[in-house]
Structure formats: structure tokens, C-alpha cells
């Protein structure tokens, strides 16, 4: 892997809004057109619905359903009122198989994508098949190309965001911070080369730490520790003043969050004066979960893919409150990513 150093030499980091989008447009393309071949379109076409409805009319997963049902809103092609979700007039002529006006056939390509029929395939599954983010390299031993693939396209994703939060200052006065499951290390590497009198600890699975720790060696990176653990399981490194979930607690339904903020605030180590700190990087849903676009077609393969979600501001409030964090605030915004700090009460 090349280039993963001088994240310094980097003068400004542009807006990678546009990258986002090209990245996850198929799997939106895919939400329309398997609402499509679902019958979504159509039963919206004769009377609007609410997700519970439609899934109960067209046998499929209640919340699959709503997750395409918040796609479609935030392309314009639906409109929420209250529970109800109906059609607009364009979604109305040109996605309803029935209208005389109907696309469909344009589409005959698209359907045979990998995207369309995932989508399709978790609608049906009225009984969701999930993934668990890691399994792939849980017992893995070094070297396993899933572990590197997924380090690689995390690091990808994170890399931007990483170096614009730390950059904003969000992290000044942090003497140690947990990684939880920091995955590449980006974040370490960024946040130790911006301001070297931190030190962070990566707690990952043990593959997923191998292969960062390889990585991080390579930039020679200083300052960078690592904790291989199964983070529901094992005990996590003491003797952090800060703990930070990047893109984390997304793959994960709400009741594991909460054990995560649990676990993190029976971690982080705080005083009077220095107060533990807990961060949060995630693309967050609008408070009404229609938006941004980028985020609710996030949010469908998150759901889908592993119970989780793109969570709201106001969710990570309830969440904190709970596991006794005070209410989370932005402090840094970067493309889709919003920072969140909170602290230990
Ligand atoms: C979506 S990635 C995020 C990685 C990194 N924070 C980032 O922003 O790029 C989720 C990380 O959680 C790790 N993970 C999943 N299950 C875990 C577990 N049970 N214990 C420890 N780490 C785990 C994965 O290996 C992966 O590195």
C-alpha cells in the first residue's frame, strides 16, 4: 500500500461529497429498481402505505422496506406524511411497471446487477440473514485478502475525514485515545503525525491488527499501539483518557451500541480537570431519516447488510444518556462525516 504517509505535506483536503455519491449511486439506482420489481411502486401507486403495510401486502421485511421507502424520499420520487409514504407525480408515470408511461424496460439491464438483486434478495428475506462486520477475518490467520480488501477500503473511505477532524483541533488536549475498532490505523496515523504528544491504541480484531500494525510500521508512524481483541468479548486497554468509534457503531443494531458506549464508559479514565472524552465519527441520517441521500442509501446497507444504521444525532443522545455520557456535540464536519464529543458523567 503506497502513500499512506505525509498526510501533513496534504495542504487542504477538498470536499469528497462527489465521491461518496459516485461510490454508493449503484446500490441507490438499486433501491429504485427493485421497488420496482417488488411491486413497491405499484401498491404505492394504489394507495399510500406504510411500511408495515407493504410488507405485510407484498411478504417482505418490514424494515428492508423502509429503508428503500427513505431512498426513495430523498430522491424525490416519495413523499412521507406521517406513517405513510405515497408516490410523487414523476415517480408516479415513469416507476409504476402499470403507467402508460412507465421506464421499466429501461431498466431490464439494470436488473440483472449484482446491487439490484442484493437489494431485492433482502427485501424478500423476511427473516434477515446478517452479516457481522468482521467475521470475515475473525480467526484468520495474516495475510487473508479479505482482511487486506476490507483494511484497504476502510482506509479509503476514512483517510479524508480523519485528517479534516483531527485537523479541526477537535482533538487537542487528548493524552491517549482508544481506536475502538480502528481498523487500518488512518486514524491513529493521522492523529499522531498531526499532534505527536498523543498516543492512540488500536483495539481490533487480532488479523485486522496485524495488518495495520503493518502499514503503520511501514510510514513509521510513532506513538501507535495496538490491543487485538474482540471488543464484545475481551477486556480493553486501560489508562485512555479518550475513546473513539470511527464508522464503528454503523455496522451494529442499537441494543450492541449500547454495550459499546457501556464498555467505553467503564474504560475511559477521566478527573475533574480532564474529564474522559468519547468521539464519534458517522455519517448521520437528518432527524426525520429522509436524508442526506448518501446517508439513507448508507443506512439500506447497513440495515440490510448487518442489522445496523446510519443512527440521527438525536439517537446517539438517547444512547449516551444511557450508557452515562452527556449529550453528544458536534465539533468538526467533514463531506458526510460529523464529529460528535461527549463527555463521561
Ligand atoms: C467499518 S470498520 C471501521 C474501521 C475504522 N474505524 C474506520 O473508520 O475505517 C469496523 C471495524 O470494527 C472491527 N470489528 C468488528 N467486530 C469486532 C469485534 N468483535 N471486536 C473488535 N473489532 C471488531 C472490524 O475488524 C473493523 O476494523
Redesign the pocket.
Given at each position: 500500500m503506497k502513500n499512506r504517509g505525509g498526510f501533513r505535506s496534504l495542504k487542504f483536503i477538498p470536499d469528497d461529497r462527489k465521491i461518496a455519491d459516485l461510490w454508493i449511486a449503484p446500490y441507490g439506482a438499486a433501491a429504485v429498481s427493485a421497488a420496482m420489481e417488488s411491486g413497491i411502486t405499484e401498491a404505492l401507486a394504489t394507495r399510500a402505505s406504510s411500511p408495515a403495510q407493504l410488507a405485510r401486502l407484498l411478504d417482505l421485511h418490514q424494515e428492508s422496506t423502509e429503508s428503500v421507502l427513505r431512498v426513495l424520499v430523498a430522491m424525490g420520487f416519495a413523499q412521507q406524511k406521517k406513517t405513510n409514504f405515497n408516490l410523487t407525480p414523476d415517480a408516479r408515470a415513469y416507476l409504476v411497471p402499470s403507467s402508460p408511461l412507465a421506464r421499466t424496460a429501461e431498466f431490464w439491464k439494470h436488473f440483472e446487477t449484482p446491487e439490484h438483486r442484493w437489494v431485492l434478495r433482502k427485501l424478500k428475506e423476511t427473516t434477515p440473514v446478517l452479516q457481522?462486520?468482521?467475521d470475515g477475518?475473525k480467526d484468520e490467520p495474516d495475510e487473508n485478502p479479505s482482511v487486506i480488501q476490507?483494511?484497504a477500503g476502510?482506509?479509503s473511505?476514512?483517510k479524508a475525514p480523519?485528517t479534516a477532524v483531527v485537523r479541526s483541533g477537535a482533538f487537542k488536549g487528548v493524552r491517549h485515545v482508544l481506536?475502538?475498532?480502528?481498523?487500518?490505523g488512518?486514524?491513529a496515523a493521522v492523529l499522531t503525525e498531526h499532534q505527536p504528544e498523543t498516543q492512540v491504541t488500536v483495539?481490533?480484531?487480532p488479523a485486522?491488527c496485524r495488518q495495520a500494525q503493518a502499514w503503520v510500521e511501514k510510514r513509521d508512524a510513532k506513538n501507535i499501539h495496538f490491543h487485538p481483541?474482540?471488543?464484545?468479548?475481551d477486556e480493553w486497554a486501560r489508562g485512555c483518557d479518550a475513546i473513539h468509534?470511527?464508522?464503528?457503531l454503523h455496522?451494529w443494531p442499537e441494543a450492541r451500541v449500547l454495550e459499546l458506549l457501556k464498555s467505553a464508559r467503564a474504560t475511559v479514565e477521566g478527573n475533574a480537570k480532564n474529564r474522559g472524552r468519547l468521539y464519534l465519527?458517522e455519517v448521520l441520517r437528518h432527524e426525520n431519516r429522509n436524508g442526506p441521500l448518501m446517508a439513507t442509501i448508507f443506512h439500506m446497507q447497513m440495515q440490510m447488510g448487518f442489522g445496523g444504521a446510519q443512527y440521527t444525532r438525536s439517537d446517539f443522545a438517547r444512547l449516551c444518556k444511557k450508557a452515562r455520557f452527556t449529550e453528544p456535540r458536534a465539533v468538526a464536519r467533514f463531506g458526510y462525516y460529523t464529529l460528535l464529543k461527549a463527555y463521561a458523567v
Open positions: 457481522t462486520f468482521g477475518w476490507a483494511a476502510m482506509d473511505i476514512i480523519s481506536d475502538v475498532g480502528g481498523g487500518s488512518a486514524f483495539l481490533d480484531l485486522m481483541a474482540d471488543f464484545f468479548k468509534f470511527s464508522n464503528v455496522d465519527l
